[in-house]
C-alpha cells in the first residue's frame, strides 16, 4: 500500500510538470549594440599649449560591451542592459588617483541612423597607488524599447562612445583606431 502511494504520488507529479507553458521565458530578441570607432578613445592632457608625455593626464579606451535583453512591460517594449568596459592608464601629468570617464549610449533609428534618444554618464575610476593602468567595468545602464507589430527590437542600434570635444575628436581621427 505505500508503494503504492508513492508511485500515484511521482505520477502526480510529473504530470504537474506539463502544464501551461506560457509563463515560461523565451529569448527576447537584442537590438544590435556596437562602438562608435571614432569614440572609442579619449586622451586627456592637462590645459596648455604643449601635448606630450609631461603633460598626459590619461589615456582610456572603451574595450567591449556586455549585457543583454529582457521583456519589458506588456510585451509592449524591451529592456536592454548594457555594461560598458574600460582601460584607463594614468599619465605623468594626472593629479590625483580619480579620473572621471564622459560617455553616451545613443539610440538610433537602424533604417536611417537618425538619433531616437541619447543619455550621458560619467563612470570615477580609482586608481590605487603606484598603478598606472587599470580595466574596470562602467555603470550598467538600462534602457526601455518600445516594440510593437510594426516596431521590432532589430529597428534599433544601441551605440556608445566617449563625449568628446572637437579637438579630441579630430585627433582621434588623425590617429586611427587603436
Do not use: H, K
Not at 556586455?66 to 517594449?77: F, L, M, Y
Not at 534618444?117 to 590605487?128: I, K, P
Amino acid at each position: 500500500m505505500g508503494w503504492r502511494f508513492v508511485l500515484a504520488a511521482l505520477g502526480i507529479l510529473a504530470l504537474a510538470g506539463c502544464g501551461d507553458t506560457s509563463n515560461s521565458r523565451l529569448p527576447v530578441a537584442c537590438p544590435r549594440p556596437g562602438l562608435i570607432a571614432d569614440g572609442a578613445d579619449l586622451t586627456r592632457y592637462r590645459p596648455g599649449a604643449v601635448r606630450d608625455l609631461t603633460t598626459l593626464e590619461w589615456d582610456g579606451r572603451l574595450t567591449g560591451l556586455s549585457g543583454g535583453c529582457s521583456p519589458g512591460r506588456n510585451g509592449r517594449s524591451i529592456d536592454v542592459t548594457l555594461t560598458p568596459a574600460f582601460v584607463v592608464e594614468r599619465g605623468a601629468g594626472t593629479e590625483g588617483r580619480v579620473v572621471e570617464l564622459p560617455w553616451f549610449v545613443a539610440v538610433v533609428n537602424a533604417q536611417d541612423e537618425r538619433i531616437l534618444s541619447r543619455r550621458s554618464f560619467l563612470d570615477r575610476v580609482n586608481f590605487a597607488r603606484n598603478e598606472t593602468r587599470v580595466s574596470v567595468e562602467g555603470g550598467a545602464v538600462t534602457l526601455n524599447l518600445p516594440v510593437s507589430e510594426t516596431r521590432r527590437a532589430n529597428d534599433y542600434r544601441i551605440l556608445v562612445s566617449f563625449e568628446l570635444t572637437e579637438d579630441e575628436l579630430v585627433q582621434n581621427r588623425r590617429r586611427g583606431p587603436r
